[in-house]
């Protein structure tokens, strides 16, 4: 599994190819995913440029609370020398499919660290009419030793507000749903644990976002089981026995 927390984005300045004065592309870098980055109504293909201001290490990207589709295609570059970022001399995913699925609207792509200043980002979907986004994550990626351990879950959470008349029939009040994320690492050392689950606590604690891209292996599920928002509460560290460091995580989906 993959877990990020610095969202390196989120200061950069940023321009889009296309977009609507009331949705405009530094919507991305704003904490609600219902805030979103729309592009001009009909177009279905632009691209973002983050300008980090100097040369920063990236190793995974994550396109949140988008209307892409299986057709959804993406390009990720990197350049220290293009303001554009389109020469890619320093990284360049080519075009690949978004692994985007129906319904979750996220796209995840991890790749080798790669260090630039200027990186673009293009998405395309033939099967949306306007193309909008609420969320980008670029920023390095955290790769732990041993995955998670056996006994994770993944719950939906539905806030929804049932009611009953005097005739005993429901009414419901319908929220939209989102999930948690649980799970724990176990069998890990001090100096991992302690160097990025540690970290992590102290720099995200319950007011910043988190990204933990599930199942890497397991493609078929990323969407259902990768998880972007908040941790619930402070989870101790625990030095289970001699060498021997483990957590527990609880990721609530912000929306």
Same mark, same amino acid.
């Given at each position: 599994?993959?877990?990020?927390?610095?969202?390196?984005? #989120?200061?950069?300045?940023?321009?889009?190819?296309?977009?609507?004065?009331?949705? /405009?592309?530094?919507?991305?870098?704003?904490?609600?995913?219902?805030?979103?980055?729309?592009?001009?109504?009909?177009?279905?293909?632009?691209?973002?440029?983050? #300008?980090?201001?100097?040369?920063?290490?990236?190793?995974?990207? +994550?396109?949140?609370?988008?209307?892409?589709?299986?057709?959804?295609?993406?390009?990720?570059?990197?350049?220290?020398?293009?303001? !554009?970022?389109?020469?890619? @001399?320093?990284? @360049?995913?080519?075009?690949?499919?978004?692994? +985007?699925?129906?319904?979750?609207?996220?796209?995840?792509?991890?790749?080798?660290?790669? !260090?630039?200043?200027?990186?673009?980002? #293009?998405?395309?979907?033939?099967?949306?009419? !306007?193309?909008?986004?609420?969320?980008?994550?670029?920023? /390095?990626?955290?790769? %732990?030793?041993?995955?998670?351990?056996?006994?994770?879950?993944?719950? /939906?959470?539905?806030?929804?507000?049932?009611?009953?008349?005097?005739?005993?029939?429901?009414?419901?009040?319908?929220? /939209?749903?989102?999930?948690?994320?649980?799970?724990?690492?176990?069998?890990? !050392?001090?100096?991992?644990?302690?160097?990025?689950?540690?970290?992590?606590?102290?720099?995200?604690?319950?007011?910043?976002?988190?990204?933990?891209?599930? #199942?890497?292996?397991?493609?078929?599920?990323?969407?259902?089981?990768?998880?972007?928002?908040?941790?619930? +509460?402070?989870? %101790?560290?625990?030095?289970?026995?001699?060498?021997?460091?483990?957590?527990?995580?609880?990721?609530?989906?912000?929306?």
């Amino acid at each position: 599994m993959l877990i990020a927390w610095d969202n390196l984005a #989120d200061s950069a300045a940023l321009s889009a190819s296309s977009e609507q004065a009331s949705a /405009p592309g530094a919507n991305v870098q704003i904490v609600h995913l219902s805030r979103k980055w729309v592009a001009v109504e009909g177009v279905n293909s632009a691209s973002l440029v983050f #300008d980090m201001g100097s040369s920063v290490a990236c190793g995974i990207l +994550a396109v949140l609370g988008a209307n892409l589709t299986a057709t959804a295609t993406l390009r990720l570059r990197a350049s220290d020398a293009d303001s !554009t970022g389109a020469a890619g @001399d320093k990284y @360049d995913s080519t075009l690949i499919n978004a692994g +985007a699925k129906a319904g979750y609207g996220a796209a995840y792509h991890w790749f080798a660290a790669a !260090t630039a200043r200027y990186w673009r980002l #293009d998405l395309a979907d033939a099967s949306v009419t !306007t193309l909008e986004v609420g969320r980008i994550f670029l920023g /390095p990626k955290w790769t %732990p030793a041993d995955n998670q351990s056996y006994g994770w879950q993944v719950t /939906p959470l539905d806030e929804s507000k049932v009611t009953e008349s005097y005739g005993h029939q429901s009414f419901a009040d319908e929220r /939209p749903q989102r999930r948690l994320l649980e799970f724990g690492l176990d069998w890990h !050392t001090e100096a991992e644990m302690y160097g990025n689950a540690f970290a992590m606590a102290r720099s995200a604690g319950i007011t910043k976002d988190v990204l933990a891209v599930h #199942d890497t292996a397991g493609a078929g599920y990323l969407s259902e089981q990768s998880v972007f928002g908040l941790c619930t +509460a402070a989870q %101790p560290l625990i030095n289970a026995n001699f060498g021997i460091y483990r957590q527990k995580f609880s990721i609530k989906e912000r929306l």
